[in-house]
């Protein structure tokens, strides 16, 4: 399975990502799901549609996660985001960015940090939900060394 992913960019076409197996079931119009565009970035992309259509011209990336649990935009407010798109000439993507609040969004250049009021299991996380974990943690410690160092230097 297949879906076409609208990003927050001003990019003139939605590309089109795979589904995991894993996540057939979570994927959904209108929820938000972390996709790779390019060879670094990350954003979080509205499902625009789902199909068995697999693109010719470039490699399918799968898409990494899925961000919600129900869709956020509802399959009028995409009907609505595209006619503004071309109403307005602008993209897709421009109309998203200028519609969702910026909570919602995930970019390469977001700041990540530990929530320390959230008991986590580790027992419970993914690999790469593990790894992210840690380096938190460890980020977190560091600043608390660092604030140290400041108040006994002050």
Same mark, same amino acid.
């Given at each position: 399975?297949?879906?076409?992913?609208?990003?927050p960019l *001003?990019?003139?076409?939605?590309?089109?990502? #795979?589904?995991?197996?894993?996540?057939?079931?979570?994927? =959904?119009v209108?929820?938000?799901?972390?996709v790779?565009?390019?060879?670094?970035?990350?954003?979080s #992309?509205?499902?625009k549609?789902?199909?068995?259509?697999?693109p010719?011209i470039?490699?399918?990336?799968p898409?990494?996660?899925?961000?919600?649990?129900k869709?956020?935009?509802?399959?009028?407010?995409?009907?609505?985001?595209?006619?503004?798109?071309s109403?307005?000439?602008?993209?897709?993507?421009? !109309?998203?960015?200028?519609?969702?609040?910026?909570?919602?969004?995930?970019?390469?250049?977001?700041f990540? !940090?530990l929530?320390?009021?959230?008991?986590?299991?580790?027992a419970?996380?993914?690999?790469?939900?593990?790894?992210?974990?840690? *380096?938190l943690?460890?980020?977190q410690?560091?600043?608390?060394?660092?604030?140290?160092?400041?108040? =006994?230097?002050?």
């Amino acid at each position: 399975m297949y879906a076409d992913i609208i990003l927050p960019l *001003a990019i003139e076409k939605n590309y089109t990502y #795979g589904i995991p197996v894993e996540l057939q079931e979570l994927v =959904q119009v209108g929820s938000r799901v972390e996709v790779q565009f390019g060879a670094k970035r990350v954003y979080s #992309g509205i499902v625009k549609s789902i199909h068995h259509n697999k693109p010719e011209i470039y490699q399918v990336k799968p898409i990494r996660g899925v961000l919600d649990a129900k869709p956020i935009v509802t399959p009028n407010q995409l009907k609505f985001w595209e006619w503004m798109a071309s109403y307005y000439a602008c993209t897709e993507g421009e !109309v998203m960015n200028a519609a969702l609040p910026s909570y919602l969004k995930l970019e390469s250049e977001t700041f990540v !940090v530990l929530n320390e009021e959230i008991s986590i299991d580790e027992a419970e996380l993914s690999d790469d939900e593990f790894i992210v974990w840690q *380096a938190l943690e460890v980020r977190q410690e560091q600043l608390r060394k660092n604030q140290q160092q400041d108040s =006994q230097e002050g």
